[in-house]
């Protein structure tokens, strides 16, 4: 372990710790995520979806930092996508109990929150997430392709050309196919049975790990 990655850890580490020390720190927090929830979800996903993009490409190139890489134009289409997340989440959540009412599934107790939110996560990551998955992969193509300046949110994508450069074997053969099954509709199922304003900081980390996982699984396909 080198030294930028100790300030890579310090530096996650620093986003965490003051909600546990300082009370006032996690009562502003609870305050503004309920005042502001959009603005709060911009911001989660925005540094804390960004910082894994990071380590992942740590993992990948050796190094946090790399050309065209676009720190600024990721953040601030990391933070647009939380707040598509956000709206997600409360369409899913609200229209998930009717689906199950409609069924003629009454849910009571704990087996009854445990199977709503499996509903809520099942739906929310076989509607949701692949589009949302898919899009960001277009997002990333064209900020490589803007030699990662703010030039990618003056310029025309070119989506057509974008999606032929996807490598499918690993968008399909892991990311929609393993990943959804396997890592977030069960972990997304443990979210929904959380409060409310944790679940999308909840999300956020959640797609930190998975970033994580996703470059050690291209490193290994291309040992």
């Known amino acids: 372990m080198k030294l930028k990655d100790f ?3 310090i530096f996650i580490s620093a986003l965490f710790i003051p909600f546990f020390v300082w009370e006032g720190i996690y009562l502003f927090y609870l305050s503004f995520n309920g005042e502001h929830p959009y603005i709060a979800s911009f911001i989660k996903f925005a540094i804390l979806a960004t910082s894994g993009e990071l380590a992942g490409s740590r993992i990948t190139t050796g190094n946090y930092f790399i050309k065209g ?3 600024a134009p990721r953040a601030i289409v990391w ?3 939380g707040i598509s997340i956000k709206i997600a989440f409360v369409l899913f959540q609200t229209g998930s109990p009717e689906v199950l009412r409609i069924a003629g599934y009454v849910p009571e107790g704990l087996a009854g ?3 709503v939110a499996f509903t809520i996560s099942t ?8 589009v949302l998955m898919t899009f960001h992969r277009l997002t990333d193509a064209h900020i490589m392709n803007s030699q990662g300046s703010m030039r990618a949110f003056i310029t025309l994508p070119d989506f057509g050309s ?3 450069k996807i490598d499918w074997d690993m968008h399909w053969g892991f990311v929609l196919k393993k990943s959804i099954p396997l890592f977030w509709i069960p972990m997304q199922t443990i979210n ?5 304003d944790f679940q999308i900081l909840v999300a956020a980390i959640l797609g930190m790990v998975l970033g994580i996982i996703l470059a050690y699984a291209a490193r290994l396909k291309h040992a």
């Open 7 to 9: 300030g890579f850890i």
């Open 192 to 196: 929904f049975l959380l409060p409310v």
């Open 123 to 130: 739906l929310l990551n076989l509607f949701f997430a692949p």
């Open 162 to 164: 974008l999606l032929k």
């Open 79 to 81: 933070g647009f996508l």
């Open 113 to 115: 929150r445990v199977a």
């Open 69 to 71: 890489f676009g720190i």
